[in-house]
């Protein structure tokens, strides 16, 4: 099997899995107990914190551990709502990001918060004098991702965050595609992050916290990470996620500079034929989202059944329903059916993915003969 899923989710890393095996096994104990065995869980804990805050890059803030990063988005747009009372009560979002902010803003909606929803343009970028003329009206909270899940495009985070800022508004990022695999950008108030996306276990992720932005608890109960989310932590994931963090950081120009080797091997294996979906230029390179004039994405995905890869997003994979990212980039029903996703990273080897590119190649062409 070729792996070519990596916005899904990544493989686990043998250093992380190797870190959280003593805390699945022999040391069991609850780290919000007073034994020693309960305080030597909790400083595994509070060591895996500082990994992920390091890892983070951001200053004057926290981390709390989430159950993944979905948990970490309802909690920053909900809790920030609440929050803020009735002062405030507009959130601004962007057509492309994850189910986890839109389906959270459309729920919101329905709390009677305002949720304006901006469009990109053709390279999935956003329009930021559309944000500008949008700040102008008594805005609580701007939530834009870092890199997109399916197409890879970046959009300009700090500038957005400094825009927010100067309007009295907070910034949500979305980080969970870029942290591990490039730099965050600075400026954002609330930042989510999710574990298995950078080699770690699935079940954690985290929401960074600016000191004085920490949203209303979502979950109530044993007043666990400082009240604000209660629950008992597992050690074993906190570990993981930790030990995740700290490899993606110390292993970040080694990472990144592969994944720039894999993108243009990725792109001459393929040859002609293909577009790229989104910005060529604003993107992370992990990430190859393309189409080809009459191709049948999913068709090639059954065709190919030892190579992993994707139509869109993995929710939306399977559904029938177009990826609402590729139709917001304006691309028409056909065009999204002729688009596949190839993700790949750390693991991935210049062969394999060359192989799987030839082969994926080589199948699209054999269709357009046969539909021809
Ligand atoms: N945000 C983005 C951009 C993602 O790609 C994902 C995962 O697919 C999530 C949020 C949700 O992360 P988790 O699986 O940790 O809930």
Redesign the pocket.
């Known amino acids: 099997m070729i792996y070519l899923d990596y916005?899904?989710t990544t493989p686990l890393a043998p250093e992380v899995a190797k870190a959280m095996q003593p805390w699945i096994e022999e040391r069991f104990a609850n780290p919000h107990s007073p034994s020693r065995w309960g305080h030597e869980a909790a400083a595994a804990v509070e060591v895996a914190r500082k990994h992920v805050e390091k890892a983070i890059g951001l200053k004057g803030g926290s981390v709390a551990f989430t159950g993944?990063?979905?948990e970490a988005?309802n909690w920053a747009l909900k809790g920030t709502v609440e929050k803020a009372g009735k002062s405030r009560n507009r959130v601004i979002t962007v057509a492309t990001e994850?189910a986890?902010v839109l389906d959270t803003c459309e729920w919101l909606a329905t709390q009677r918060v305002d949720v304006t929803l901006l469009p990109v343009g053709s390279d999935g970028r956003l329009d930021l004098s559309l944000l500008a003329r949008e700040l102008e009206r008594n805005v609580l909270l701007v939530c834009v991702?870092q890199v997109n899940?399916e197409i890879g495009v970046t959009q300009p985070i700090s500038e957005i965050a400094e825009m927010a800022h100067d309007a009295g508004a907070l910034m949500f990022c979305?980080a969970?595609?870029a942290f591990g695999r490039v730099e965050l950008c600075k400026g954002p108030d609330l930042v989510a992050v999710?574990a298995?996306?950078i080699h770690g276990p699935k079940g954690i992720?985290a929401l960074w916290m600016r000191k004085g932005c920490e949203p209303a608890p979502l979950i109530h109960g044993g007043g666990q990470e400082q009240a604000l989310r209660s629950g008992t932590l597992s050690p074993a994931l906190c570990v993981g996620l930790g030990a995740a963090a700290k490899l993606a950081d110390e292993r970040a120009t080694r990472d990144y500079d592969h994944v720039q080797k894999l993108w243009k091997a990725a792109l001459q294996a393929l040859g002609h034929g293909w577009t790229i979906n989104g910005s060529t230029t604003h993107r992370y390179h992990g990430n190859l989202n393309l189409r080809r004039e009459g191709l049948d994405g999913a068709r090639l995905i059954a065709d190919m059944r030892d190579v992993a890869f994707s139509l869109g997003s993995?929710c939306a994979s399977g559904s029938g329903r177009p990826s609402h990212v590729l139709r917001a980039l304006g691309l028409d029903y056909k065009q999204a059916r002729s688009s596949i996703r190839l993700g790949f990273g750390r693991y991935t080897t210049q062969q394999e993915l060359v192989d799987a590119c030839r082969r994926i190649a080589a199948h699209a062409i054999a269709q357009e003969k046969l539909d021809a």
């Open positions: 916005q899904a993944s990063a979905t988005i994850h986890a991702m899940n979305d969970v595609q999710s298995h996306k992720g993995a």
